[in-house]
């Protein structure tokens, strides 16, 4: 039975979906989180909020949640070259891939947390990872998740299932699902305290949360949240 999960979870609104996902569906949910150094290191600070959120509003899904482990993983920051990592422009590169993208980010994630969940007995892992409407980061696709579950399994001598509910749906399903699981109380959480914003702007909140409104991510949130709104609008 597999019943213990630990989710990524880097304080945006795909992992703080993903999380209430868990809560909805596994008996305890561990969350784990990466200090690589981001820019928008912000979003370190918004974990703890949403996870003090969840435990607030949702005193069902806070009775299934346990510890939260922040793993220091500066060194990817100190050998990336990217975006993400130094304070420079977003461009596209000549790989037709922007330099937001981080080489080996997931790759490490997933097997750190391999290693933490091995250690704490949790057989299911999960991540936010989408190939719907994405950056085109080839460490976000389905492929590189299924073979990854297959070298951890193998790796650690034990089963282990890596789960990505996103996989499949766009920015505006993911903000549905999230109605869906927690309804108003979930996506205002989400709205308030996740964050996206490459550039780590919380300055300005706008209907789709704080952000820029300018970077690539802050595009995708906004443009989802929209058609989601829209959606609903048509709906009443
Ligand atoms: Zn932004």
Excluded at 109 to 124: I, M, P, S
């Amino acid at each position: 039975m597999k019943t213990h999960a630990l989710v990524l979870f880097s304080g945006g609104q795909d992992s703080t979906t993903c999380l209430a996902w868990a809560l909805d569906r596994y008996e305890h949910v561990e969350t784990i989180g990466f200090d690589y150094g981001q820019r928008h290191a912000v979003e370190l600070e918004c974990r703890q909020k949403i996870l003090t959120g969840l435990r607030d509003e949702f005193p069902e899904w806070g009775a299934k949640l346990g510890s939260d482990h922040l793993l220091d993983l500066s060194i990817l920051g100190q050998i990336s070259d990217t975006a993400l990592t130094v304070g420079k422009a977003i461009e596209m590169q000549e790989s037709g891939l922007p330099n937001t993208f981080v080489p080996g980010r997931n790759l490490l994630f997933f097997t750190l947390a391999a290693a933490v969940a091995y250690r704490r007995g949790l057989q299911v892992l999960i991540g936010g990872m989408c190939e719907t409407d994405y950056s085109g980061y080839p460490d976000c696709r389905d492929n590189t998740l299924k073979a990854l579950q297959v070298a951890i399994a193998l790796g650690m001598g034990q089963p282990l299932v890596i789960e990505a509910p996103l996989m499949w749906i766009d920015k505006a399903q993911t903000w549905q699902m999230a109605s869906r699981l927690g309804g108003e109380k979930l996506v205002s959480l989400i709205q308030a305290d996740t964050h996206t914003c490459y550039l780590g702007d919380r300055r300005t909140l706008h209907t789709w949360g704080y952000g820029c409104g300018n970077c690539p991510a802050c595009d995708l949130r906004r443009a989802g949240y929209e058609s989601f709104a829209s959606e609903l609008h048509d709906a009443v």
